[in-house]
């Protein structure tokens, strides 16, 4: 939640709105205020609500915001997601301390869900934003977008607090109508140069990877979004990706549902209904190491993996009926140094550091000084070509694009540069 001066509280637009029985609107409580079942916030210029609602008629009742003036409920935040109600005897409240409670009034007002936070002052209001963003005026002592659940809203963050460990990750619910923590997260793998990385319970199941300037470098179709402008930040103190929309009165998500797609949905109001813009994984070649160690994928091939040039399958039997998984090996060992070069796959890859500071060339003589490096490729950083990237330890997920995408150098020996 934010605060609206020293000591008060206000709630982020990632938050919800409140319409109350006289039909008032209305977007700040304070302590001595509840919200029951039928009672909403609003925010100022009516874009969230935040109020109990049970998903599918499930019967189970939780506090939620969604959109206010979309026909078809969205929730994009969910409180008590792991403690539903139920009843419809659910109550949010301020108590002594601060904290924004939900109270269930058939267990004797028992807490069922708590910001948790330790507060020095007394004066509070809980207030829902329409933006998520707080002015100068306003000091923030808790808001929901330091705890998304599975949408990605415009000024939300997703990565890490460096100095706190607090990690903005998102979460699948279990299922369409029960909004519990599923079996899909999506979070940030801070090593190297920082990607995120989609799992399927603990085991890494896409991934993005790369930030190159105007996006990702395994999602090519980010250079001609013109809905959202996407920003990635690094620092001392944190490492992020945020977004904003170019037209604010358009409603835009990036939401992570129980089947373990990433999707980007945009409303269209005249029928009513979210349009997916995209989704990952896109298809098979998009599943992390599905052709293997060295294996590069390609959708249009009869068979989609093939070795990189230098290596052969370590199991041509099981290469042969297509189980990819255990990838590639070098056909020779290395002699690091004579008479080594890179190889030009118009492809892309995975893990690797980035160095916005070199030229092409410049790159290629930094890998080729490092016998541990394995290709390079431009950066690109925001289309002008520049900046360098290097990867170290197997090559995982290359895979050839339609559209988009760059070019891969992969170290090889002298005898596949004379082939």
């Not at 189970?60 to 008590?80: F, H, M, R």
């Amino acid at each position: 939640m934010a605060a609206m001066g020293p000591g008060e509280w206000s709630m982020n637009v990632f938050i919800f709105f409140v319409l109350f029985q006289f039909c008032t609107s209305i977007d700040t409580i304070k302590p001595t205020e509840l919200i029951t079942d039928g009672d909403f916030l609003i925010s100022t210029r009516e874009i969230f609500a935040l109020g109990f609602f049970s998903p599918d008629s499930s019967g189970d009742q939780y506090l939620g915001k969604w959109y206010n003036k979309i026909s078809e409920q969205t929730p994009v935040w969910i409180a008590n997601r792991e403690t539903p109600l139920k009843n419809s005897n659910g109550v949010l409240t301020i108590n002594e301390d601060g904290n924004l409670l939900v109270l269930d009034k058939n267990q004797n007002n028992s807490c069922v869900w708590s910001t948790n936070v330790s507060i020095s002052h007394n004066d509070f209001i809980a207030k829902l934003l329409d933006s998520g963003i707080q002015t100068r005026s306003q000091r923030v002592l808790w808001q929901s977008f330091d705890y998304p659940t599975h949408t990605f809203l415009p000024g939300m963050k997703l990565g890490l607090n460096k100095k706190t460990g607090e990690k903005w990750s998102l979460t699948s619910w279990k299922s369409r109508s029960d909004p519990a923590r599923g079996n899909y997260s999506f979070s940030l793998d801070p090593r190297g140069s920082p990607q995120f990385f989609l799992y399927k319970g603990s085991a890494p199941y896409w991934r993005t990877g790369p930030w190159i300037g105007f996006g990702f470098n395994g999602i090519p179709e980010m250079a001609r979004l013109h809905i959202s402008n996407f920003s990635f930040m690094n620092d001392q103190d944190k490492v992020y990706s945020t977004y904003s929309l170019f037209n604010d009165s358009i409603y835009y998500r990036v939401v992570l549902d129980d089947t373990g797609s990433l999707q980007p949905l945009t409303w269209l109001q005249g029928i009513r209904k979210w349009n997916v813009l995209g989704l990952a994984p896109r298809d098979r070649c998009d599943d992390y190491g599905h052709c293997g160690p060295y294996g590069s994928c390609n959708t249009n091939n009869a068979l989609e993996c093939e070795s990189l040039p230098g290596f052969d399958p370590k199991s041509p039997r099981d290469w042969y009926l297509r189980d990819w998984s255990a990838g590639c090996a070098r056909k020779r060992e290395q002699d690091c140094g004579n008479e080594e070069g890179f190889l030009k796959l118009a492809r892309d890859t995975s893990i690797s550091l980035v160095d916005t500071s070199l030229s092409l060339k410049e790159c290629e003589n930094e890998c080729l000084s490092n016998s541990s490096c394995l290709a390079y490729t431009n950066a690109n950083f925001n289309g002008r070509g520049s900046g360098c990237i290097t990867w170290y330890g197997e090559l995982m997920d290359i895979r050839q694009f339609t559209e988009g995408g760059q070019d891969l150098y992969v170290r090889v020996d002298s005898i596949e540069l004379g082939n």
